[in-house]
């Protein structure tokens, strides 16, 4: 199955931008949904943007029009650009893999150790 590590997070002032990157190893990129999650302490996991195995992506309401989920085949990479960042962004941002069949996205299974991003 796919290992994933994410990077990229940090802290950043209102307004300000990063970018989140997700290394995939184990196995082919292609093969999964890919997806972008946040955690903040005692919330249950949320869902941020996501891109199936056809390129198809959705964000959360919340996301739409500041952050754009990309794959990169070549690398085994994902990254979420993060832009105008608001203080209600912060949280443990993760990346997570879902098998695609017949494209259709499985249960997120894979997950990765996830990145910390502060807004202030």
């Known amino acids: 199955h796919v290992q994933l590590v994410e990077s990229g997070g940090g802290s950043v002032q209102a307004g300000g931008s990063l970018r989140l990157s997700c290394a995939a190893s184990?196995?082919?990129?292609?093969?999964?949904?890919m997806g972008w999650f946040r955690q903040i302490p005692d919330k249950e996991r949320e869902a941020v943007a996501a891109?199936?195995?056809?390129?198809?992506?959705n964000y959360a309401d919340s996301v739409k029009g500041r952050f754009t989920i990309v794959r990169d085949y070549a690398n085994s990479r994902i990254y979420l650009q993060m832009n105008n960042l608001k203080p209600e962004d912060t949280a443990m941002y993760y990346c997570?893999?879902?098998?695609?069949?017949?494209?259709?996205?499985?249960?997120?299974?894979?997950w990765g150790p996830g990145t910390q991003v502060t807004v202030s």
């Open positions: 997570g893999a879902a098998r695609a069949i017949s494209g259709t996205c499985l249960e997120y299974k894979n």
């Open positions: 184990g196995d082919t990129i292609g093969r999964y949904c």
């Open positions: 891109i199936d195995s056809d390129g198809n992506t």
